[in-house]
């Protein structure tokens, strides 16, 4: 074992320079892609912080938070990044979690007051849908149509919970009918994002659960008008990504800093086109050219993190007991 | 000398009794029905075969507890004697040393044998290339160098024809002569006995019955040997 | 005593069964005494259950019966070509889970090739969403495997049997009671183990092409009791099940079958003397060109997905492909370093026991083995600079079940053949293994290892928790672009990584083969 732990060593390229403090952030994987914020979130903090900001990417929010709870007090990170409100109640029960000083002139559709997460960026779920095929106005003209659906499963999936508490918060005691109506809409149901995404693409559906920002990455990456998101009436769920500061850091001040950084200007302007959400702050320039395009949910529907976490597993049942009719 | 003092040899559900004496030096011939146990005296002899009762000697050595690669034997199989994969000349360097390291004057030992064997030309050949003739040689030579004081002898060269046969027992004949090693060789055709067996080990009936002179066997066979002979 | 003597001593083998055993029982253990109190089992765990064994039953059970006229015809037929179609069988069986289902769909989908050509006929589209394609899916997995199986056992029986049964003017029929139907008997419980097993811990394809939560299996459970509701205990009860159910299975196998593996020696056409009439001769192009169509057309689907994004492919992506034939390497060595020994172990006589815990690996939730290892090592050492050799080693024994199945028979026979004649020359021991053995070994070895560090390159490998930032494979690139919404390029790198992994199989197996005397 000896060799491969000194074959790992060789191959690690982290350069830990003793001088130089390092700053941990664990955050989900496409948060660290080459093809997401990370790199450039990095460059850009370094600059400024004297440290060495180290980003580890570990599978999405919900692991993540998994990864934090095996890890408990002990954990090498300083600060969490990717959370949403649908997990920071069991974030804040593990008590693992410091409280934040940020201030910051949020562009939130609500009024942000958490003591203990900082939001960086947020995004309405919605489907979306080839732009030139009609789309259904709300859940009930979906289930009434003959619209073919694909959605994630809220047990391995961020959006698939997202979709799961916007029935909730959108129909309340009448989301099991819903979902009774819907199964026959649903082509099928997947583990995550991607392969949603990607089923949707080869035209295996009609529509797929997603973002409204996502028509954005092929407006300004591809030039491709072709994606719409379907405006729903009865309002949209919103997902609220956060960053909190472990208890346990020894950085603390450094981990403040990042949170501060944060929100500020030049973390906040390399949101929009490569996380493909609403940053948190608006930047001075404004959205990226492309954004004014998507479309604006009249009302933002949204449980507060208590609720979430309560009616998590009877939204999860009575969608497990529509759809395995 | 080569001793089996009351032995019980057991073979799966089979048992064969042995109770006697090779000299040394002696060429002895076993023969019998099939099933006799013919190659199961012979295993027992080269370490295959447990004891259930009685004691084995080479000299004053006892042999049961010795592995088989430490008794003083040298055994051919009815096939499979050779490694395909090995060449001609590390097929008979593993009677030597079996990890194959060879310095210059064990390979000279080899290439000796070879030499003897009639294939000096053939050092570097893997087995595929011979003919089942020089297969045999190869056996024989590393026989040679492994210099022990038994040869056991399985029918190594059932498969051939009579004629090289008859060449192969020739060369044997000749081999102990020179070793003055002991040879106990299976057989099941009598004529292999004449050609090169001074003595004869009648296996019949569960029991391998003590030496006996070839050709006053042969002549005057016993009722299960003349069943057997028809 | 001398009667047990051997050329080669059992305990190196027994010792990597033990090291086996405890890296998939003791990540097991580990996540069970980390648990909290938890809620057990509830009723949709038990309802996952029974969904998981349905359709690993009729995934397994179609699979094999598939797989016996494909083998047959391929045994009995020569044709150009078909050493190449015979390795390309093995694709679908190291693609990347995600990969695999976009080129089945594309091919199967409500919007792919098969519908589309229906539609142009005025037909319905096909529906594939539902148990049947999950089975479906399992098929195209396992298709390949269990018809390498079959096909081993189909060239087990020596060609004098086939000669004699013709001259003694056996028909088809007589011919199959004779000699097929024994080997099948022989051959098809431990083909159906092993598919069983394999489709026992499905997750991503028995939910995306059962169309939704009614396809829940184990595997979902135990992910749902991770990350949703972090229930280790019940993480560790449904893991701890699903190694029962695997367990009890590979024992049927074993006593009802004599563990033959599926070796190689597959580029020999039998010479046979009953399929030589018009009629068979049809039936089997028929079953080989069907075959061939069902398992090539979604590869081909990724083939022409991939290729035009070829250009597209960053560095980022060259980087982690060489990051994951570094894993597959490595990985490939711990594989033999475990397998060999337990081969070796095996053909002693050695059995029971160390087969168990090599096809353990098959039933393991990979999820639970890292969460366990990760519980295991994280007070002790930093997780990212063990990334490496963990994932090699969890990608080894995942490997290790098909690995043994190749080994033990030949390891087998070079111990019943040649173990006599070393223990006379007093060749024991490195002797032994170093001359004998392994050489005599070689192509087995090859094949194994080929298979090995193909199934590395494909699996998503870096088990999330013990990511390195630095060290991305190619797998997780393919996701990560995927996340991106990168497609086309997500299409190419997967398209790489399928050139790789066929590659990485090709060069070892034929490597094992060269100038590999008789």
Known sequence: MKYLVLAAGLLSTTAANADVPELTVYTYDSFVSDWGPGPAVEAAFEKICGCDL???GAGDGAALLARIRLEGARSDADVVLGLDTSLTAAAKASGLFADHTVEADYS???TWTDKTFVPYDWGYFSFVHNADAPAPANFKALAASDVKIIIQDPRSSTPGLGLLLWV???????????????????VTVTKGWSEAYGLFLEGEADMVLSYTTSPAYHLIAEEDASKAAALFDEGHYLQIEVAGKLAASDQPELADQFLDFMVSEAFQSIIPTTNWMYPAVTPAAGLPAGFETLVQPGISLLLSEDEAASLRDVALDEWLTALSQ | MLRLENCLIENGGFQLRADLTIARGSRVAVIGPSGAGKSTLIEAVAGF????????????????QIEPGKRPVAMLFQDGNLFPHLTVAQNVGLGIRANLHLDVAKRAQVQAALV???LQDMADRRPAALSGGQQSRVALARVLVQGRDLLLLDEPFAALGPALKAEMLDLVGELVAESGATLLMVSHDPNDARRIADQVVLVAEGQAHPPMDTASLLDNPPPALKAYLG | MADCAQPVSPRLGIGAAIVVAALILGTLAAVALRAEPGRGLGSSDWAALRFTLIQACLSAGLSVALAIPVARALARRRFVGRRLLISLLGAPFILPVIVAILGLLTVFGRAGWFSSGLALLGL????????????????????????????QGWQEIP?????LAAQLGADARAMRQLLEFPMLKRIVPGALAVVFAICLSSFAVALTLGGGPRATTIELAIYQAFRFDFDLGRAALLSGLQLVLTGAAALVAVRVSAGEGFGTGLDRPLQRWDGSTAGARIVDGLWIVLAAGFLLLPLSAIVLAGLPGMLTLTAAVWWAALNSILVAALSTVLLLLLALP?????ALGRGGVIELAGILGLAASPLVIGTGLFIVIYPIADPFSLALPVTALVNAVMALPFALRILVPRARAVVGRYGRLALSLDMRGGAFVWRVLLPRMRPQIGFAAGLAAALSMGDLGVIALFADPEFATLPLQVYRLMGAYRMETAAAAALLLLALSMAAFWILDRGGRWHAEA
């Open chain 1, 54 to 56: 180290k980003l580890v």
């Open chain 1, 108 to 110: 939130l559709p609500l």
């Open chain 1, 168 to 186: 909730k918060a959108a129909y309340g005691d009448e989301a099991p009918a819903i979902w009774a109506d819907l199964s026959d809409n649903i």
């Open chain 2, 49 to 64: 075969r447990p004891l259930r009762r009685g004691a084995m000697f080479w000299n004053e050595t006892a042999l049961a």
């Open chain 2, 116 to 118: 003897r064997v009639g």
């Open chain 3, 124 to 151: 319905e589209p096909v529906q594939i969403y539902g148990l049947h394609g999950v089975v479906l899916a399992h098929v195209f997995f396992n298709l390949p495997l269990a018809t390498r199986l079959v096909l």
């Open chain 3, 159 to 163: 060609a004098e049997r086939f000669r």
């Open chain 3, 342 to 346: 337990m081969a070796t172990a095996v």
